[in-house]
């Protein structure tokens, strides 16, 4: 830690000496609302990225893989559009319940709680026509609530503006080394329908090719390119605004991802290298996933000079439907000459509330309090079908193995607040609360030779989160900030028979931690450069963990982790149009005690996919070539160091291997375009060196996943270069 305060003196000891440079700049001061109020982001005391519409649209970033580049510690661990894992710092075990809280505007979306899978269900919105999007690192459960423990992502829309038209559209095509071609497209109209009100509406279309080959059995047809998707929607958004104090948004989104096989291929279980030569995979039964969110919100924002109100009221559903290949996994087990596939529906409804008053900007004292109301109904549909090999037909001469519903209810109350008091015009201290009691219902039934008996069962908890920080400013442009808070992740219901032996936990509690911080923001007078950095410490205790006791699989809390690093953004602006950044970070996260065995985790062991290093580098140059016409180059380059896959005493057992780990890889990408004014042409090329970065690792929790002993591995997408034409009005 004593190297971290220096290397933060050195920093501060860099901004006061550069020079500021005379020629103008157009870059803009960063504006945030990572305390649910708009403050200038060297403000804010606690770790932030902000990463615009503008950039994102510029560097082709669509999904969470393209813009991971551009967040210091952000990982993702991945096989499937729209299924998808975040974590910040580290904190992470796997399991079944969120770390990082997804947020799309007011409305956190997603499940609350561990019954409805939403720790791999991360909301993963399209990225056109947002103003911006927030990552908040480090526990956020005073002002975010539940299953923050890591942070908060949060996608910022383009609000409707009653002052201009805009209309745009954008088409793309692409192609992938050894890949079919890709296509997408985007339009855009802002509709001003009076000085008071405007209109905005968004859609996309995109196709993406595949790039995985199925060989079924080793030495059988190839079928190519299996994993190709598509992801559609749009967003369309009213604002009303009698007057300067009083507004209402409206907002409704829909979006749609739909997939074949998902993009992962048979592995080497000691080395993770590709078999068979190649990107490929063993698929028996045709795997496919639809994932479908659709959010309808409505915002009221109203000042009353001496307090300013905000409602958020939002009804949010998403929904997973697929179909999984367990032909090798059961065959062996079920001892059937049939292919064999698993049919499952997950299903959310979410109802959330929100309202807020908070006190006006000021020099002495600012204030926050707030209620919060979420009701959630999940439901997870599972069914095993015996296939006729080679076909979909459901064979009549094999018996039904299962039909198992599991359906559940989250209600969650809670109450709010924050302050800060600004003690002269440099020093400031804010501190915050959140009490919140949660109430929770689960079941379970079905048919068939698999299916459990009827099971249902309850939990509730109350809860107390806080944070407290205190910021100064050596001067307008330098702020050092320190800040201690503490997160939560909701516990809940196990499933269990009514005569289960004694010590088998009927429930699990919430696990939490608190996180330790430390920072430093500064820019020079002109934001020719500008910085941000922190060091952390987080200790976790009662970690959920998916674990088997007493022959029953379920979550119990056992164990504690600590995760400490240090966290970099450096941004270099020598010219006008020349932009350089520098982000990364230093994660250390591992276990403290050991797991269940059941588990599979020992003291010291890294968790799960968090690379000790994570470098990024974007360089950017823009200039004018006369008239209304400008261009623009600009590369990246991503650097992961190896990570460990996640904790599965299974796989030990079955291959007599330690966990597997994942290599290191990197990712450069290039891209350059001109911009007429009314119309634009960029060309671009992701992973130009085709590296083969590993996104995700199956294990199979004892169980084969794959013929020939091997496992499954999720990868980037390979080398893939493209064009797209744009046109505004």
Known sequence: MKQDFLVAGSIIALVISLPAQAQERDEAEIVVTAQKREQALIDVPQSVSVVSGATLEKQQAVTFQDFAKLVPGLQLEQSNAGEGRLV??????????????????????????????????????????????????????????????????????????????EAR???????????????????LINLPLSDKAALRASGFYRSYGGYIDSVGTAGSDVEKNINGSKSYGGRISALIAPSERFSIRLTALLQDFDSDSGSTIDADPATLSPLYGGLTKSQYVPEFTKVKYRLYNGTLDWDFGFAELLSSTSYAIQDVTLRDDLTTAYGAALGVPSDIGLAQMTNLTKWTQEIRLQSPVDDSFEWLVGGYYTREKGGIFQRIDLFEPGTLNVDPLMPDVADIFTTSTYKEYAAFGNATVHIGPRFDITLGGRYSHNKQFA???????????????????NVFTWSGSAKYKLSSN?????????????????LLPPNVPAGTPRTYSSDSLISYEAGIKAETADRSFSIDAAAFHIDWTDIQLFTVINNFGLNANGGKAKSDGFELTATFRPTRGFVFSLNGAYTNARLKTDTDPNVGGLAGDRLPFTPKFNVNANVDYNWSLG??????????????????ANFDAGFGALYGLDRPVVPSYEVIDLRAG??????????????????????????????????????????IRPRTVGVTLGAGF
Do not use: C, H, W
Request: glycine letters at 18%.
């Open 88 to 165: 910040l710092r580290g904190v992470n075990t796997g399991g079944v319940a969120s770390t990082v809280s997804t947020y799309i505007d007011e409305t956190p979306f997603g499940s609350s709680s561990g019954q409805n899978n939403g720790a791999i269900l991360a909301g993963e919105f399209d990225t056109f026509d947002v103003d911006r999007v927030e990552v908040l690192r480090g526990p956020q459960g005073t002002l975010y609530g539940a299953s923050s423990l890591g942070g908060v992502l949060k996608f910022v829309t383009n609000r409707p503006d009653p002052g201009a038209f």
């Open 169 to 187: 559209v954008r088409g793309t095509a692409e192609t992938t080394d050894g890949g079919a071609m890709s296509y997408m497209g985007q339009a």
């Open 443 to 461: 079941d379970q039934g079905g048919t068939g030779l698999l299916a459990p008996p009827p099971l249902e069962s309850t939990s509730s908890e």
């Open 478 to 494: 330098i702020a050092l900030y320190t800040r201690v808070a503490k997160g939560f992740r909701p516990g809940g219901p196990n």
């Open 627 to 644: 008239a209304d016409s400008e261009a623009f180059v600009g590369a990246s380059l991503r650097s992961l160091s190896k990570q460990r």
């Open 674 to 715: 001109v911009d007429f004014g009314r119309f634009s042409v960029e060309v671009f090329a992701k992973n130009l060196g085709n590296s083969r970065g590993i996104t995700d690792v199956g294990t199979g929790g004892g169980l084969p996943v794959a013929p020939n002993g091997a496992i499954t591995t999720g990868v």
